[in-house]
């Protein structure tokens, strides 16, 4: 009898009305960030970092930091395959949300599919199950990459066929899913956005929308670009920024407003030939050729158009930074970066 009312105890209490919500009335909530050191976790930690505080933050990666990331917060060792090393931090740090950003993008998966399997699908059962384990809100972010060739393409809605022929694809529809199989058999509370191609001055992590990163490094250092893909390929995109607003916005969400675990997010859509067009305006005399390679094959399966209309009716989403002001921001950003490391 002790045992089944522990039993039904233990499973009211990981009901769905009960996951816990922090408000900014509240204490600020202690934050761990995996995968921290790639293009989206230092920025993340310090825009994270200004809303609920320093020490609040802990980044963590399983490569050495910079004097300046070190400088910056708490940061630490922590590999998403060591599940013992994981509940430690999270026990010795109290923490209650966790960002999942560890993984490997799809053109880096693809020249390693084992590795790829080992970092996006055991790191992720390692995750999901800490998270459960501790009651953490966990978040974990996907890519208009889940999707493949049969899906709709221009737009691409929240829930439609995902069959994608990239092992970054595959493994982040089982993100997905076991994400939302985890809300509805444990409560746990999982939140994820597809993210299109993130525009920041960091150097990217190796995906297939990095061009529209290097294309402004590669202009404002040597005049000229090599785009592998064609010029008139259309993909979703979005600056750093709206990205990591998205994020914090959507993790502070009251659960009674999301209709479901995961979103789609985007602010616009653009190809090569577009974008140069655009930076043409800053830098006339940039010069843009075209060599596609492997890559164009992953674009040309994925979302032209993402609709994001699900996340703005549910949560508010309003992306803020345009194609203009991306450029305008991006050339001067990139500007300063080249000014401080000569890179
Ligand atoms: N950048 C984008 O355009 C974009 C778009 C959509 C989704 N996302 C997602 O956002 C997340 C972050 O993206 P990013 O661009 O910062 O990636 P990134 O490749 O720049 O960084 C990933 C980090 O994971 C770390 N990592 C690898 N193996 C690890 C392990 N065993 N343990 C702990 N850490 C490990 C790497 O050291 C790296 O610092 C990823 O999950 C990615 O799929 C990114």
Redesign the pocket.
Known sequence: MMVLRKLCRTSLSFSVNKIRHFSSKQDPPRILI????????VECARYLRNKYGRENVILT???KPSMEVANDGPYIF????DFKGLQKIVVDHRVDWLIH?????SAIGEQNVPLAVR?NIE?MHNVIELAKQYRLRIFV???IGAFGPDSPRNPTPNVTVQRPRTIYGVS?VHAELLGEYYYHRFGLDFRCLR????ISSDP????T?DYAIAIFHDVLRKGHHECYLKPDTRLPMMHVRDALRALSEFLEAPNESLKRRVYNVTAMSFTPEELADKISAHIPELRISYRPDSRQDIADSWPQVFDDSEAKRDWNWKPEVHMDDLVTLMIKEVKEKIAANGF
Do not use: C, E, M, R
């Not at 993210?195 to 993130?198: E, I, L, R, S």
């Not at 990217?204 to 995906?207: D, E």
């Open positions: 995996t995968g921290g050191l790639g293009q989206l976790g990666d399983i490569i922590a590999d998403i395959l950003f560890s993984a490997l993008l970092v790191g972010p996907s890519t982040k993210f299109p191609g993130v990217p992590g190796g995906g929308t």
